[in-house]
């Protein structure tokens, strides 16, 4: 319960976070945060954002830090 506590205040504070800062910050894999997100995503309260087109493409970068997420003020459920 404590993570997701932790995520929900990160998440808050910020208007986009990557999955690998959020895998820093609770200091767990990739697989545990995204679990942690699910319980946010389901209940409309965190959104995974669009990148653009462009970013993402070259692939340099690892796939968690181009994964976005943001807090949803109000969500509609």
Known sequence: MLSLKI?????QTKPAVSLQELQTVLQEDSETVCCLLKYFIDRGQVQECSLTSRCGSCQRCPAAATKLYSWVSNPTI
Do not use: T
């Open 7 to 11: 995520l929900k205040q990160h998440l």
